[in-house]
């Protein structure tokens, strides 16, 4: 359900600094299927089993992220001239069932981005927008008592987008990638809410390019208090790590000219604020802000995300 974030100019760094494998170009360094920050607060519904049997709600993400920095940790460092924006608004419809499964309630959702990828690196331009990859997932909510839910998922990331091994820009990065995800929201008090989701992503190899993203874990969180019975305040932000090398055509990707292979792991640890309101009865709204630190092998940006949610019980 999630905007692929635009990494690209990583891909281009390894060709011209040296890289003589052709290929270069389309290597996928720092690419990932997650779109971090995604989820913040309530990022599950309290008191589970006392809901409808069936349920959907419609969910509309609007996301923005702007960098000009990317970070090379065995380059020493930033890269200049640089500048990537990335825009996306996700559709996501989220359905809840009365089935039970190992004493939770059985759901799933499905989220299809259009995306807008603005990319420039060392005077060279591209642009490209369109569907971007598609995101499936069963999910299973336990409910813990009415101050706390449980999950567990599979999310599932389809490569629909478009794609071309030709392109700085794409909206699609042209692999599956699945996501094994734990996630859980607490209200420790009245006014207090805390949520947080875990995922650790499997990518497959891409076929055009002959190049296989590493595993990454990574997280989501939210702490929030309410001010007034429909308005909260809090922060959010998300942690990445990737934990296995890159690699194309079999061997450890490492940049041109460096004596190590470093596999192009990348790293980042994101925070800042946000704002939660609650409107007719059920539906909600949120914004949400946070900027990048500590990041490796990824471009260090700023990231936006504003969320409409509106349930309905049939």
Same mark, same amino acid.
């Given at each position: 359900? !999630?905007?692929?974030?635009? +990494?690209?100019?990583?891909?281009?760094?390894?060709?011209?600094?040296?890289?003589?494998?052709?290929?270069?170009l389309?290597t996928?360094?720092?690419?990932?299927?997650?779109?971090?920050g995604?989820?913040?607060f309530?990022?599950?519904? +309290?008191?589970?089993?006392?809901?409808?049997? !069936?349920?959907?709600a419609?969910?509309?993400?609007?996301? !923005?992220? @702007?960098?000009?920095?990317?970070?090379?940790?065995? &380059?020493?460092? @930033?890269?200049?001239? *640089?500048? %990537?924006?990335?825009?996306?608004?996700?559709?996501?419809?989220?359905?809840?069932?009365? *089935?039970?499964?190992?004493?939770?309630?059985?759901?799933?959702?499905?989220?299809?981005?259009?995306?807008?990828?603005? *990319?420039?690196?060392?005077?060279?331009?591209?642009?490209?927008?369109?569907? =971007?990859?598609?995101?499936?997932?069963?999910?299973?909510?336990?409910?813990?008592?009415?101050?706390?839910?449980?999950?567990?998922?599979?999310? %599932?990331?389809?490569?629909? =987008?478009?794609?071309?091994?030709?392109?700085?820009?794409?909206?699609?990065?042209?692999?599956? +990638?699945?996501k094994?995800?734990?996630s859980?929201?607490?209200?420790?008090?009245?006014?207090?809410? *805390?949520?947080?989701? +875990?995922?650790?992503?499997?990518?497959?190899?891409?076929?055009?390019?002959?190049?296989?993203?590493?595993? %990454?874990?990574?997280?989501?969180?939210?702490?929030?208090?309410?001010?007034?019975?429909?308005?909260? &305040?809090?922060?959010? =932000?998300? $942690?990445? @790590?990737?934990?296995?090398?890159?690699?194309?055509?079999?061997?450890?990707?490492?940049?041109?000219?460096?004596?190590?292979?470093? =596999?192009?792991?990348?790293?980042?640890?994101? %925070?800042?604020?946000?704002? !939660?309101?609650?409107?007719?009865?059920?539906?909600?709204?949120?914004?949400?802000?946070?900027?990048?630190?500590?990041?490796?092998?990824?471009?260090?940006?700023?990231?936006?995300?504003?969320?409409?949610?509106?349930? $309905?019980?049939?």
């Amino acid at each position: 359900m !999630h905007p692929n974030r635009a +990494t690209f100019p990583l891909r281009l760094t390894l060709c011209l600094l040296g890289c003589a494998n052709a290929a270069a170009l389309a290597t996928e360094a720092g690419v990932d299927n997650i779109g971090p920050g995604t989820d913040g607060f309530f990022m599950l519904p +309290t008191d589970v089993d006392s809901l409808p049997d !069936h349920m959907v709600a419609f969910n509309l993400y609007y996301n !923005h992220y @702007k960098s000009r920095k990317l970070n090379i940790s065995s &380059l020493g460092g @930033k890269v200049p001239d *640089v500048e %990537i924006e990335s825009t996306a608004v996700i559709p996501r419809l989220d359905y809840l069932s009365p *089935v039970r499964v190992f004493g939770g309630r059985l759901a799933g959702y499905i989220a299809q981005p259009w995306l807008k990828q603005e *990319v420039s690196v060392f005077g060279l331009r591209d642009t490209r927008e369109g569907m =971007g990859d598609t995101t499936v997932a069963p999910i299973i909510l336990w409910d813990m008592g009415k101050n706390l839910t449980l999950a567990a998922a599979l999310e %599932i990331t389809v490569p629909t =987008g478009e794609y071309s091994v030709d392109r700085l820009a794409n909206t699609s990065n042209n692999f599956y +990638t699945y996501k094994p995800l734990f996630s859980f929201t607490w209200l420790p008090t009245d006014k207090t809410e *805390v949520s947080m989701k +875990t995922t650790y992503s499997f990518n497959e190899k891409n076929k055009d390019t002959d190049y296989k993203s590493g595993q %990454i874990f990574h997280f989501d969180y939210s702490a929030s208090y309410k001010l007034t019975d429909d308005l909260m &305040l809090g922060i959010n =932000g998300y $942690y990445l @790590k990737q934990t296995t090398d890159d690699k194309q055509f079999g061997h450890t990707v490492q940049f041109a000219g460096q004596d190590v292979d470093d =596999g192009v792991r990348g790293r980042v640890f994101a %925070i800042g604020p946000a704002l !939660h309101f609650t409107f007719l009865k059920y539906a909600s709204a949120e914004i949400r802000w946070a900027r990048e630190l500590d990041v490796e092998n990824r471009p260090e940006g700023e990231m936006l995300w504003a969320k409409i949610s509106i349930p $309905y019980a049939f």
